[in-house]
């Protein structure tokens, strides 16, 4: 995607399982076993995996 998307009501409930305001991040990318959040203010990227057991969760600045 070039541009951050709305989440849709999973993704919503994905970002609400760690702990993050829904509001505050975007789509920027959706992969098989993860998906990538955009932060709206501060513009930091997160992914964090689909998988329910999985705590997978990577932050890192988009450049």
């Known amino acids: 995607m070039k541009q951050g998307k709305r989440p849709v009501r ?3 409930e994905l970002l609400k399982s760690r702990r993050l ?3 505050n991040w975007l789509v920027e990318r959706r992969l098989k076993s993860s998906i990538v959040f955009l ?3 501060s513009g930091n990227l997160k992914e964090i995996s689909k998988e329910g057991g999985a ?3 990577e932050c890192y600045q988009k450049n």
């Open 39 to 41: 932060h709206k203010g």
């Open 21 to 23: 305001n829904p509001l």
């Open 10 to 12: 999973k993704e919503k």
């Open 55 to 57: 705590l997978k969760e």
